[in-house]
């Protein structure tokens, strides 16, 4: 997605970003300087982590909601819950495993990085062994991590992205933070398999296993070439100066026929057919696209930012538009989303008679939750509208919590990077859920949260009744403490929050909390992956 910039011209814009990572850098723990990349060791926390509440509420009391309202399981997609980033192919952003009930939970980290190594999608094998791509100034690093001790199990490296060396030679690390690019988005299959673009335009489908010796490798077992298809003239080390274009893979994602979709972030939209290796592409003239997007039996979701799509693709297997509905995009981009649009992954939810689809807007004043009927003879019909936040405060850029007729949203008006919230800041925050009317007639607010939750990618527990989010409030002595905030989903009530680490390091940046099947929840943060379990029975 595009960021619209105010203010100072190009030169005025590098100062910024070269104060801001220079604050970044002084509040960063002097540990960071003197251990090496390599050494697997916890996250070092900033001062200050003593003098904040380690642990705030009770253990709260699991009580599972039915499982009937989950999702349809995607044929060609791991099962939900640990399938990518938002945990199913309806981007549901919702588990059936129970996270921690808050029992004396206890913290773990994994440092992946000098600086850098955020985790982002993270994803489980059926053995329960964790999948994920964490990024570095290096290049992305394809991850098997042990679900325990975090220890990497095996690894697979992925070029540089061309924003990476744009930002480290043009001094604009923006470049880096409003890229999704490069498979932060990936999706794990149904055979165990990682799928991925990276930054060089190809698809690769990868496997991994155990050699003879007992060691983990990953394998490359697919490469489809995208390059004919997509400029490519991007930076790179031996390219400074690209005269061409270059249009990066954001996110690929299957259809349930099998075939591999994938969208570039200038609006380009295409399919691989796995067996032939055929491509077809089509293109959305004007349009970009940041977000992932959403498959289900009747056909492909997807948001620009200009409009909300339904796609299906045709006998070729050329993508086909099946209705197309704009929205408000507002006047300009907001601090807490990448672009001048939508900043949501498209969240499918409801049943077979009520099918809907969800978003939300950029409008100027307050932002509005869109629900949509997904298709029939109704498709794309706009069932509710609803707006969220306080006026002048409000948007998002992370996708919705589905449920049943439920959506959940949070609040990250406020939030751009890692250097937004130093030194004791925090966001105006807020939660809402809203529920559709059960006759699709339109929609209600149910509650709404005060927690502040800057950048994350939420998630709920059917199994518990619990959401789950990454929460930072204001600190008059500059102390930036983050805590796992568990959130009740029928009251909005806040059951406990349990400290994670203190300073930018301990920033998740946009990365998920991701549930596993052990009931841990681990969060991706700009330094690496914490986990957080319960280390005594659940009442």
């Given at each position: ?105 206890a ?17 489980f ?8 791509v ?40 923006s ?10 988005y ?8 990682v799928?991925?673009?990276?930054s ?30 997509v ?29 591999i979709?994938w ?5 380009r939209?295409g ?15 004007g349009?970009?696209?940041q ?8 056909g ?26 704009t929205y408000?995009?507002?006047t ?41 009927r ?10 509710c ?40 800041k ?9 529920d559709?009317r ?36 204001p600190?008059?002595l ?37 549930l596993?099947?052990?009931?841990t ?19």
């Open positions: 997605m595009r960021h619209r910039l105010f203010g100072p011209g190009r030169s005025g814009l590098r100062a910024r970003a070269a104060t801001a990572v220079a604050a970044l850098v002084l509040t960063l723990p002097a540990a960071v300087a003197l251990a090496p990349a390599a050494r697997a060791a916890p996250i070092p926390p900033a001062p200050g982590h003593r003098l904040v509440p380690q642990y705030e509420g009770a253990p709260a009391t699991a009580a599972p909601l039915p499982a009937d309202q989950a999702p349809p399981q995607h044929p060609y997609l791991a099962p939900n819950g640990r399938a990518g980033m938002h945990g199913d192919g309806a981007s549901s952003d919702t588990h059936p495993f129970p996270g921690p009930l808050g029992a004396e939970p913290v773990s980290s994994e440092r992946m990085a000098a600086l850098g190594g955020e985790c982002a999608t993270v994803t094998d059926s053995g329960g062994r964790i999948l994920t964490c990024g570095t100034f290096q290049g992305f690093r394809l991850k098997l991590l042990d679900p325990k001790s975090l220890d990497t199990l095996a690894e697979y490296r992925l070029p540089q992205r061309p924003s990476t060396v744009e930002a480290l030679t043009r001094l604009d690390f470049k880096i933070f409003k890229d999704t690019s490069g498979g932060a990936f999706y794990l299959d149904d055979k165990d398999r799928v991925l673009a990276d060089r335009q190809h698809v690769l489908r990868l496997s991994h296993g155990r050699s003879a010796d007992g060691r983990w490798h990953f394998a490359v077992d697919r490469d489809w070439d995208l390059t004919p298809y400029p490519h003239d991007c930076v790179g080390w031996s390219n400074l100066h690209p005269r061409g274009q270059c249009d990066p893979v954001t996110s690929v994602q299957p259809d349930w026929d099998g075939r979709w969208v570039t972030r200038k609006g939209i399919t691989i057919a796995p067996d032939s290796g055929a491509i077809r592409t089509v293109r959305l003239p349009e970009e696209i977000n992932s997007f959403s498959a289900a039996e009747d492909i979701s997807l948001v620009s930012d200009h409009a909300l799509y339904s796609l299906r693709a045709d006998s070729s297997g050329t993508p086909r538009i099946q209705w197309r509905r408000d995009r507002g300009g981009g907001k601090p807490g989303s990448i672009n001048q649009g939508s900043g949501t992954t498209p969240t499918l939810l409801g049943d077979a008679a009520h099918p809907y689809v969800a978003i939300t807007d950029n409008a100027d004043d307050r932002m509005n939750v869109l629900v949509l997904r298709s029939g003879p109704d498709a794309g019909r706009l069932v509208k609803v707006p969220v936040f306080t006026a002048g405060a409000s948007t998002t850029d992370n996708s919705l919590i589905g449920y049943g007729r439920s959506l959940v949203v949070e609040n990250n008006y406020g939030y751009e990077n890692v250097t937004s919230l130093l030194l004791g925090s966001v105006v925050g807020g939660i809402t859920r809203i559709i059960p006759d699709g007639s339109g929609c209600d607010t149910v509650w709404e949260s005060r927690e502040r939750s800057p950048s994350t990618v939420a998630k709920l527990s059917t199994a518990n009744g619990l959401l789950y989010y990454y929460t930072k409030d600190h008059r500059g102390i930036d403490a983050w805590y796992l905030t568990a959130v009740d989903f029928r009251t909005g009530q806040t059951r406990f929050k349990r400290l994670t680490g203190t300073g930018p390091l301990y920033d998740n940046n946009w990365a998920p909390i991701t596993g099947p052990d009931g929840a681990y969060i991706g943060v700009f330094n690496g992956l914490v986990a957080v379990r319960d280390t005594r029975p659940r009442p």
